[in-house]
């Protein structure tokens, strides 16, 4: 409550707009992550246009629930019996249940295709350690050795392995193998990349390598 002669203090122009400036970089952040996400589960389609897909067709399905309402509450108006008269509103209650599932399900598809690849690279990881342990007896220029053994693996991980290369030929190696590290998300590939930027910054890591091979 304001005391007499007490001027109420307005909110700096900073503040009132720190909340919709806010709310715009998570909609930015969301829709990079989504984009990085669709690029790894291979689907080639823009985050906006999957996202929109989406919620078309999950409202398409959730809609069809107002005429099917429609339809069975004439259908039923004649009847006295309670349960009967709660058909329609079952019946559009289930095709909404449809419609929120059909957009989980886009989600899910992307989580899977992720999973999936994630899966097949730890597959990966455990010769591409043994070739890392052999390799650095004799080389330990990373980039020589990522190009040597990149169609060693599957093709989920070599496709991985030739974008990091071309991140590294492009700009700092450190920071292209943290974005390979981040890509996938992966413990073991965490400490594999972890053992190739300690190669980078001129560490030996013979005992690494051969401790993690081991595993």
């Known amino acids: 409550i304001l005391m007499r002669g007490q001027i109420p203090v307005q909110e700096p122009q900073e503040i009132q707009q720190a909340a919709p400036e806010q709310k715009q970089d998570m909609s930015k952040y969301r829709e990079q992550q989504l984009e990085q996400n669709l690029k790894i589960a291979h689907i080639t389609m823009p985050p906006k246009l999957y996202e929109a ?11 069809v629930g107002i005429p099917v309402y429609v339809l069975g509450w004439l259908a039923t108006m004649t009847f006295d019996s309670p349960y009967i008269k709660a058909v329609p509103a079952v019946l559009a209650l289930m095709f909404v249940v449809v419609g929120i599932l059909q957009y989980t399900n886009a989600q899910e598809k992307i989580t899977e295709a992720i999973k999936m690849k994630r899966e097949q690279i730890d597959f990966d990881l455990p010769r591409f350690v043994y070739a890392i342990s052999q390799e650095i007896r004799i080389e330990h220029n990373v980039l020589a050795i990522l190009e040597k053994h990149k169609d060693s693996f599957s093709d989920y991980f ?17 920071a292209a193998l943290t974005r390979f590290e981040g890509r996938i998300g992966s413990t073991h590939l965490s400490e594999v990349t972890r053992g190739l930027i300690e190669m980078v910054r ?7 390598w051969e401790n993690l091979s081991i595993r």
């Open 53 to 63: 897909r989406a919620i078309v067709k999950a409202a398409g399905y959730s809609l």
């Open 158 to 174: 070599r496709e991985e392995i030739e974008i990091t290369i071309a991140d590294m030929r492009s700009s700092n190696w450190e």
């Open 202 to 208: 001129g560490s030996d890591t013979s005992v690494y």
